[in-house]
């Protein structure tokens, strides 16, 4: 799979979270993954996991390989 076909499905994956959720889209979850890579601090993905998917909502993938 390309990296241009990895993401679009991102991106529609982002832009399927209900709006409630309050998604990012993908320019922001850009912002996002550089803010989390040059921070001193290592941050854990159950901390920042849920600020991309929700609280409420799990990630809408059933397995690792889909990611």
């Known amino acids: 799979m390309s990296t241009d076909e990895n ?4 991106d529609e994956l982002l832009l399927s979270l209900p709006e409630e959720n309050e998604g990012m889209l993908m320019s922001e ?3 996002f993954c ?8 290592i ?21 690792i390989e889909d990611v």
């Open 43 to 63: 941050v854990l993905p159950g901390e920042w996991l849920p600020i991309i998917w929700g609280d409420e909502v799990t990630a809408p993938f059933e397995r």
């Open 34 to 41: 550089a803010g989390l890579i040059v921070c001193p601090d």
């Open 7 to 10: 993401l679009r499905q991102l």
């Open 29 to 31: 979850f850009d912002g």
